[in-house]
């Protein structure tokens, strides 16, 4: 972590007086987070998850507004959450309930570092 976080890590560029200071550097420790991990594990490629968040995001919206439960693209979501998703839109289909999406276009995609543990009796480390 020392490589991602520590004094070796540089900032890259000027940012512009829009953002708080608290989201820029938060925004920075994930992309030096991510330049890091991507050497290890091809999994970590930035492009590659913002590409896949927004395919995932507009195959969801598509599946509900076309009303076909077989449309949710179940095999990029955890099980219980397309599993919800299919039932919804059963439900809405149902329901005689359509969805419209006008004009939709995905405009900025943003990762955001989450730490998920399934113990949270077991306690985060902190960094200073």
Do not use: C, Y
């Not at 395919?55 to 219980?80: I, K, N, Q």
């Not at 969805?99 to 480390?125: I, S």
């Amino acid at each position: 972590m020392e490589q991602v976080e520590g004094a070796a890590a540089k900032k890259e560029g000027p940012e512009g007086p829009w953002l708080e200071g608290a989201v820029m550097t938060k925004e920075r420790r994930v992309e030096r987070m991510l330049n890091f991990l991507v050497k290890t594990d091809s999994i970590w490629d930035r492009k590659k998850m913002m590409l896949t968040g927004r395919s995932v995001f507009l195959a969801v919206t598509g599946a509900w507004e076309a009303g076909d439960p077989r449309a949710v693209p179940a095999a990029d979501l955890f099980p219980e959450l397309a599993r919800d998703l299919h039932d919804a839109i059963r439900k809405n289909r149902d329901k005689g309930i359509s969805l419209e999406f006008r004009n939709l276009a995905v405009r900025k995609v943003e990762l955001v570092l989450v730490r998920n543990f399934a113990d949270n009796t077991v306690p985060m480390p902190r960094r200073s």
